[in-house]
């Protein structure tokens, strides 16, 4: 008998399949990262994708499982997730840590692929930020110079939420993450990505519509947050992940509204700039216990009162 966790659906679509369009919705996030901050983002990406495959390679010859899992892309997809979500000038040993606590310990502790709790890439990009500070607050701009993130401008006082640039944070023209940079890149993924059913809508939208609204009634523009820093990347690419997001269209609803909110608070009222991560990891840990609390109705009559058991 051959086990494996839920959900079970009888589908064409496979798991490798469905990895390498997520890593091909990346892909014009990762090329306008590539062409404005250059071949750090390549040598950081090539870094992360093969430490996380080599993680997780050693771990199942540990395990001595007979075959390796490799096959099915998701290390790869981690890798490429972690690296977009780094700084560009981040020291390659640092990423190749955050490699192997996203495989090694997010993902490989808890039983493999469809079992882990936490999301593996955001789980080691948390373990950096944690760790390294002030190496993960050091972000590239355009022009080859260091400096703070809008986000981090915002933070500091150093400039007007109206006087945010939103062409720039909307092409990329700005420092951060080849993760958050370009905009319309990133929405460009996520409509090939809903188009071809592989994320349902209502994570996403719940995610930039509790983030506007709260944004609204805080009297902040809502484009500011919602084309700086990772909240694109996080809600379209990471909030949806299957394993670590709710199985019904309620508690997907609840599961992304609850993760803009977070964000917000964190933003507004937290001491980091960036609150996205961490809002859809605490999130993930209450997935559970919504999936719990919102079952869907049962196909069958509830049975009358004194029916044999």
């Not at 404005?36 to 997780?56: A, K, Q, R, Y």
């Not at 981090?152 to 958050?180: R, V, W, Y």
């Amino acid at each position: 008998m051959i086990l494996s966790p839920s959900p079970h659906l009888h589908t064409s679509r496979t798991v490798r399949g469905t990895m390498l369009r997520v890593c091909a919705a990346l892909l014009p996030a990762w090329a306008t990262g590539l062409w404005v901050f250059g071949l750090p983002v390549l040598w950081l990406t090539l870094v992360c994708i093969l430490s996380c495959m080599l993680t997780e390679w050693a771990i199942t010859r540990l395990m001595l499982r007979r075959s390796c899992t490799l096959g099915d892309c998701s290390s790869l997809l981690t890798g490429l997730l972690l690296a977009m979500n780094l700084p560009p000038t981040l020291p390659l040993w640092m990423a190749v840590a955050g490699s192997v606590v996203a495989v090694g310990i997010a993902k490989m502790c808890f039983g493999g692929l469809g079992c882990n709790i936490f999301n593996p890439a955001l789980a080691g990009r948390v373990f950096l930020l944690i760790s390294f500070p002030a190496a993960m607050t050091e972000w590239l701009l355009p022009d080859g110079t260091t400096g703070a993130t809008i986000l981090g401008q915002l933070k500091a006082n150093m400039i007007a939420p109206a006087d945010a640039p939103l062409t720039g944070l909307f092409f990329g023209d700005m420092a951060g993450s080849a993760g958050e940079i370009g905009s319309a890149a990133l929405i460009l993924g996520g409509i090939y990505l809903l188009c071809t059913r592989i994320i349902h809508w209502e994570i996403p939208c719940a995610i930039l519509v509790a983030v506007a609204l709260m944004d609204l009634c805080l009297g902040f523009p809502p484009l500011v947050d919602i084309f700086s820093g990772g909240l694109l990347l996080g809600a379209i690419f990471m909030a949806t992940d299957y394993t670590t997001s709710p199985m019904t269209s309620r508690g997907m609803l609840l599961y992304g509204a609850a993760i803009g909110i977070i964000t917000v608070c964190i933003r507004r009222w937290g001491a980091y700039p960036e609150g996205m991560s961490f809002a859809i990891l605490l999130m993930n840990g209450f997935t559970p216990l919504i999936n719990t609390y919102m079952r869907p109705k049962r196909f069958s009559p509830k049975p009358a009162e004194g029916a044999a058991k």
